[in-house]
T-cell receptor, first 112, second 116 residues
Framework: SQKIEQNSEALNIQEGKTATLTCNYTNYSPAYLQWYRQDPGRGPVFLLLIRENEKEKRKERLKVTFDTTLKQSLFHITASQPADSATYLCALVRGSQGNLIFGKGTKLSVKP | DAGVIQSPRHEVTEMGQEVTLRCKPISGHDYLFWYRQTMMRGLELLIYFNNNVPIDDSGMPEDRFSAKMPNASFSTLKIQPSEPRDSAVYFC??????????????FGSGTQLSVL
């Protein structure tokens, strides 16, 4: 069956450090992958999309990589700030119907 | 734009009662999705519509769940009868592009459902 796994439920880092979150998938050949941020009591908010023919995508302090051989995406936040504390979700399109399937998320806590 | 609007924000009901969740997508978006989120299972896709037509309802857990989209600006998700295991946060999301082109989802704030 198709699975998406995010490496850990929680990640605690110190302010100013780089946070790295991992998303692994099996039995997929996704055309693209998306990352979302979710704050408590709110719906997920889109951050970045990376296509299968792109190795890396950047947006301000965010960087996403996509390795279709390893079936893995890495999400980096450089110079992290307490305001970056949230749950981050990766999502893949499943099959030809285009259903967006989400991982369970990684809760990031950035300590001052 | 006000974004995706869901109502109610919170719903507490007793087992066996009917529950109706409502969603107004972003104007002009042609895809609408209903998701359910729990700690155990994360975000699960229940059903999605394209141009008001249900495309895939394979995620709907049982016949107790039904969804409609009578027009481009309104959708409902109904649970009848409700059970305690239905307790979760239900999200509605809308999208403009075909999924295969990388359309991003815009989520509402969700409905926190508690079935006692």
């Amino acid at each position: 069956s198709q699975k998406i796994e995010q490496n850990s439920e929680a990640l605690n880092i110190q302010e100013g450090k780089t946070a790295t979150l991992t998303c692994n998938y099996t039995n997929y050949s996704p055309a693209y992958l998306q990352w979302y941020r979710q704050d408590p009591g709110r719906g997920p908010v889109f951050l970045l999309l990376i296509r299968e023919n792109e190795k890396e995508k950047r947006k301000e302090r965010l960087k996403v990589t996509f390795d279709t051989t390893l079936k893995q995406s890495l999400f980096h936040i450089t110079a992290s700030q307490p305001a970056d504390s949230a749950t981050y979700l990766c999502a893949l399109v499943r099959g030809s119907q285009g259903n967006l399937i989400f991982g369970k998320g990684t809760k990031l806590s950035v300590k001052p | 734009d006000a974004g995706v609007i869901q109502s109610p924000r919170h719903e507490v009901t007793e087992m066996g009662q009917e529950v109706t969740l409502r969603c107004k997508p972003i104007s002009g978006h042609d895809y609408l999705f209903w998701y359910r989120q729990t700690m155990m299972r994360g975000l699960e896709l229940l059903i999605y519509f394209n141009n008001n037509v249900p495309i895939d309802d394979s995620g709907m857990p049982e016949d107790r769940f039904s969804a409609k989209m009578p027009n481009a600006s309104f959708s409902t998700l109904k649970i009848q009868p409700s059970e305690p295991r239905d307790s979760a946060v239900y999200f509605c999301a809308s999208s403009l592009q075909d999924r295969g082109l990388g359309g991003k989802l815009f989520f509402g704030s969700g409905t926190q459902l508690s079935v006692l």
